[in-house]
């Protein structure tokens, strides 16, 4: 069975300050891993995407994660944090082949001016 | 449309009464998921379509909730006997392959059951 654990329902950040928020998964074989972002009253949208290959993904906007075999993670990190970054993100992981894909729980971001 | 359409957008109704909920997914797609968002929860996985039939139905709560989706491009979910624990935001998800793992997700049909 896989799951996802986001770490922190709510982070806070000072605009242009690093946004970091955390996700770890499990998984019994090579996961498929995902950022989702919901802005308000939008539906869930795809930031980034790990499947193979390099394991530093770059999305839209400017975010980026980082996939960690041993420690399980992915985190999704930007280097300046922008008020429009405001919003819920969701860590996801499905099986190889991607057909169910399972949900963290959610962060969400304030950006603070 | 563009993208991934959802009606009712919002649709409240009494404990005990039938509803159906429409997803109208991306044109070409042939995967289709069905997820239920309860408030601070992440999106729960319900049922997947690859076509026309079920692929994964390991999610659906108990037999009140069925989905379909006969011609492989609308589907519908519907739940019998709502109870008030059914009240959440249903949210439909459309990829156009099944094995890259990437959804596309309508807005959502938000329920209450009173």
């Known amino acids: 069975a896989q799951s996802v654990t986001q770490l922190g329902s709510h982070v806070s950040v000072s605009e242009g300050a690093l946004v970091l928020l955390r996700c770890n998964y499990s998984?019994?074989?090579?996961?498929?891993l995902f950022w989702y972002v919901q802005y308000p009253n939008q539906g869930l949208q795809l930031l980034l995407k790990?499947?193979?290959?390099?394991?530093l993904v770059k999305g839209i906007n400017g975010f980026e994660a980082e996939f960690k075999k041993s420690e399980t993670s992915f985190h999704l990190t930007k280097p300046s944090a922008h008020m429009s970054d405001a919003a819920e993100y969701f860590c996801?992981?499905?099986?190889?082949?991607?057909?169910?894909?399972?949900f963290g729980a959610g962060t969400r971001l304030f950006v603070k001016a | 449309g563009a993208g991934v359409s959802q009606t009712p957008s919002n649709k409240v109704t009494e404990k005990g009464k039938y509803v159906e909920l429409r997803c109208d997914p991306i044109?070409?797609?042939?995967?289709l998921y069905w997820y239920r968002q309860s408030l601070g929860q992440g999106p729960e996985f319900l049922i997947y379509?690859?076509?026309?039939?079920?692929?994964?139905d390991s999610g659906l709560p108990n037999d009140r909730f069925f989905a379909v989706r006969p011609e492989g491009s609308v589907s519908t979910l519907k739940i019998q006997r709502t109870e008030r624990g059914d009240s959440a935001v249903y949210l439909c998800?459309?990829?156009?392959?099944?094995?890259?793992?990437?959804?596309?997700f309508g807005e959502g049909s938000r329920l209450t059951v009173l």
């Open positions: 044109s070409g797609h042939t995967a």
């Open positions: 998800a459309s990829s156009p392959r099944a094995d890259t793992g990437e959804l596309f």
């Open positions: 790990y499947t193979t290959g390099a394991t």
């Open positions: 996801a992981v499905s099986n190889t082949g991607g057909f169910k894909t399972i």
């Open positions: 379509f690859q076509g026309t039939g079920a692929a994964d």
């Open positions: 998984s019994s074989v090579p996961p498929y």
